[in-house]
């Protein structure tokens, strides 16, 4: 009986179905619910009108960070704290035109306060609670990110005017257009900090940018820009690889390959990039020749010198280049910083310690860079300070002097040894990884990239 009744029941199901239909149940009303999004969206837009208020200041000709204050409605116990936190504690301390300040109150009562310059990508943010009572303040850079190009010039009379012409990004500006004075500045900015990479780091040892440009070379790069999308703007970042072929004939690159420091390098410093050629030869020297560009040898190496302060002869171990105060000093060459400070009559000086022995002396200095110390890891050309009149001296210059396994030594009649190469396992690395590099640059490019005479002749062979 059991069975029977499951077979009619069975039976009655199969013949008083509905049909099966392919799309059945009707369509997701999607106006429906975007409508309904936007009506609780608007509502909640109300409710904080009604109950948050933003109340901004700029600074216009002659305007104080005080005014600001004032302005936007800050008085008492939060005026004092927002000024002892903007200016001793965050270090805004003092406004430009444009600059902006924003209070935001909640049923009229502040709980935040940015500080927004006008040359600075970011804001200050102070944040307080209902007893007026600074939480926590802090600086809140804008967001950005990092984006590769490729740039292919030909240069007519100068590499300057053939960025200008071919290598400055579209969206160098929010309008795409070159049209305020911030605009101008930018874009000058952008070009100088492209050639100053492309001459004066890259290829400073392999080609001489006043004499050996011709017109009719050719120039290709792969370089990294910063974007902000909040402003919608680019930056320049830095040159990943470049060739440089010369009309008259032949090449020279600058391969990349990241790697970490010489072994002098503390524990824990981080993958640095350098460029090499096609061999692994390193592009650079172990040192470049003077600490401040375009300085003026204004004393020279000598074991015995009259002395323009103490008035008696004596030996001048180092050379003295003379350069306007302030004038960036570099250092020379890779390496870890082992005396930063006052010594007698040297007045402000950095010491920093090579590889192979050697050790280098900045005296004079007006001041140090920020960010550094005893101990801290430089690289070829970074700033390490700035060229000043400390101790016994006359006037604006820096003091440069070299030892060599503690034993003085002329830099100029100094052979500099090349930078180390690239050997074993980081050598078949950088193998690995030039096809791939060309591969992708040739796509972003939109064609075949130039190889050196003798590689060419050799894939042909094969």
Not at 309 to 334: F, K, N, Q, S
């Amino acid at each position: 009986m059991l069975i029977t009744l499951f077979l009619v029941a069975m039976g009655a199901t199969f013949l008083f179905r509905n049909p099966h239909r392919q799309t059945g149940g009707d369509p997701w009303p999607f106006q429906a619910y975007m409508r309904r999004t936007m009506e609780f969206r608007n509502s909640l837009e109300a409710i904080l009108a009604d109950t948050m208020e933003i109340r901004t200041a700029r600074v216009e000709e002659g305007g104080t960070l005080g005014g600001l204050l004032y302005q936007t409605g800050i008085e008492g116990s939060r005026y004092l704290s927002c000024c002892e936190l903007f200016i001793d504690s965050l270090g805004w301390t003092s406004v430009r035109i444009g600059d902006t300040l924003q209070a935001f109150y909640a049923r009229d009562t502040l709980f935040e306060v940015r500080g927004i310059p006008v040359n600075r990508r970011g804001y200050f943010r102070i944040l307080f609670d209902r007893s007026a009572a600074a939480l926590e303040w802090e600086w809140v850079p804008e967001d950005n990110y990092r984006r590769l190009r490729s740039v292919t010039l030909v240069v007519s009379s100068s590499v300057w005017e053939s960025i200008a012409g071919g290598g400055v990004p579209r969206d160098l500006t929010p309008t795409g257009h070159i049209v305020t004075a911030r605009d101008s500045i930018r874009e000058v900015a952008y070009i100088k900090s492209f050639e100053d990479q492309l001459a004066n780091r890259l290829f400073v040892y392999d080609i001489d940018f006043y004499y050996d440009v011709q017109p009719g070379d050719s120039v290709w790069v792969l370089l990294e820009e910063v974007r902000y999308p909040m402003s919608q703007e680019t930056s320049f970042g830095r040159i990943i690889a470049a060739k440089y072929d010369f009309a008259l004939g032949g090449m020279t690159e600058a391969i990349p390959f990241f790697h970490r420091p010489d072994s002098i390098a503390p524990a824990g410093t981080a993958v640095i990039l350098d460029h090499y050629h096609r061999d692994g030869a390193s592009l650079r020297t172990m040192f470049i020749k003077m600490p401040v560009p375009f300085g003026r040898i204004s004393s020279e190496y000598s074991d015995a010198r009259m002395h323009p302060v103490l008035g008696y002869t004596r030996a001048h171990r180092g050379i003295d280049y003379a350069a306007p105060m302030g004038t960036e000093i570099y250092a020379v060459g890779d390496g870890v910083i082992s005396f930063r400070g006052w010594s007698g009559g040297y007045g402000n000086l950095v010491r920093v310690r090579h590889v192979n022995g050697y050790e280098t002396g900045y005296g004079h200095m007006s001041s140090f860079a920020t960010g550094q110390e005893v101990g801290s890891y430089v690289r070829q050309g970074d700033v390490i300070g700035f060229v000043g009149s400390t101790g016994l001296s006359t006037g604006p210059h820096v003091h440069f002097e070299m030892k060599k396994n503690g034993s003085y030594v002329n830099p100029a009649t100094e052979i500099m040894p090349p930078a180390n190469p690239l050997l074993d396992m980081q050598l078949q690395q950088f193998n690995q990884q030039l096809p791939v590099l060309e591969s992708t640059w040739s796509r972003m490019a939109g064609g075949c990239l130039p190889v050196p005479e003798a590689e060419a002749d050799t894939s042909g062979a094969e």
